[in-house]
């Protein structure tokens, strides 16, 4: 998850927190008023019965008319049940239905005179009155219809502001949050820009002092010292090669000199001759380190053309044929290669050249017959080239290492050479999107798989 939607995703979840405990509150507060104005109506309404009874001069003729013409029950569904000092119901606005009570609240009202429960449904406040010297046990009941409807309404007014803002918050704060991160973008571009022939280009800086700012000016005083070593480093590589290969090839040209000599002992010429080998193979060492830190990705794209496969095969062969003219190759194209094959990949010639040279040049050194085979199998989407010999196999151990630098393998051992070949054919596959495998399908059997992708 990137850092944009990291943020908008934790701020959205803590408002959304934040607002619904928010509205939860609202809710809870709304309920809780509701509850206390029913009560005062309760109250009220029952304060209203006692003064008609303490101002009433004939309460049972007038209660009917009193309580048709002041009834509440539209609101409160409301019923009044009023008791003598027996006990005995004088007056119920309950008309047409068998009228219930329960006794048990009559005796308690003896107790505490008033009492209201909102547990029950319907609601109940009761009260125990002395008028005119005469007890009066009051039960009002009522449901509160209109309280309850308005807070379902404010119940599904709240929830589907809280939807709405969860999705309205989470929206603006991706926005806002790409908004201010958008600067971390644009440097993240300039860097991602930046490679090793491009140290001189510095990242925009802008006058202020946010935390980009900073991280642009560290990044560019970086870029400085970077350049500054990578500078050193090739301008020593550039003398140290010419001050190398100077050398060594003054020392080849005089050995073949005195190789060509015929007063050597046998001894002699031995010696003569091994450290000829070993100037040539300091020499293939200087050139391969070379190659290492020469060539990467970004300079040579601009040089990729259409490359014949098969071209570039047979000249490398007559190169390594030069140096091993026992060698002999078996060129040959898969029957599944496809009828569209061109046997054309995109490339530059002179590297994938070094490739197939350091191929066959191991299957040259390491082979036991001095034979190799070398197969091309090519259809839509990939162009495979197998270079198969015969010889001392890789261990399984010793193949996650195989294109390391300076690795050499147990079936090495009394073979001169510089570890560096099959490095520099990795390095120069990855620079043109391809790859390479090492296997081995049956026994004394070396395989490499070259593999372009199309």
Known sequence: ?????????????????????????IYM???????????????????????????????EEEAPLFF??????????????????????????????????????????????????????????????????????????????????????????????????ALLIGIFSYYFMGQFLRPLEDLNKEISEVTAHKLTTKIPEKDSRDEISILAKSFNTMIVRLNDVFQSQKDFTASASHEIRTPITRMAFQLENLIKLEQHSLETLSSLKQIQQDVYQLSDLTNSLLLLTKFDKENIQSLYGDVRIDEVIFGS???????????????????????????????????????????FKNAAIYSDDMEMDVLITENISILIVDVISHGNIISEVEQSKLFEAFMRGNNSQNISGSGLGLRIVKRILEYHGADIVYSSPSENTNKFSVIFKK
């Open 29 to 59: 507060s709304f309920n809780d008023f509701r509850r206390d104005e029913f009560k005062e109506r309760f109250r009220q309404r029952l304060e209203f019965t006692s003064h008609f009874i303490s101002k009433s001069k004939d309460f």
């Open 1 to 25: 998850m990137s850092l944009k939607r990291k943020i908008a995703l934790n701020l959205s979840i803590a408002f959304s927190l934040l607002f619904g405990i928010v509205m939860v509150i």
């Open 317 to 359: 062969f007559e190169i390594v044929e030069k140096s091993y003219p026992s060698l002999k190759m078996d060129f040959q194209i898969s029957e599944d290669t496809s009828e569209q094959a061109f046997l054309t990949i995109k490339g530059i010639s002179s590297l994938l050249e070094i490739v197939f040279i350091n191929l």
């Open 68 to 165: 048709n013409e002041n009834s509440d029950n539209i609101l409160l569904n409301e019923t009044i049940l009023i008791f003598n000092s027996q006990k005995e119901l004088i007056y119920s606005t309950i008309k047409d239905k068998n009228v219930t009570w329960d006794a048990e609240l009559l005796k308690e009202l003896d107790e505490k005179k008033i009492i209201y429960s909102e547990k029950t449904v319907p609601e109940i406040y009761a009260a125990l009155r002395n008028i005119h010297g005469e007890n009066y046990y009051i039960l009002t009941s009522a449901f509160d219809s209109n309280g309850k409807s308005k807070l379902a309404y404010l119940k599904y007014l709240l929830i589907t502001a809280y939807v709405m803002s």
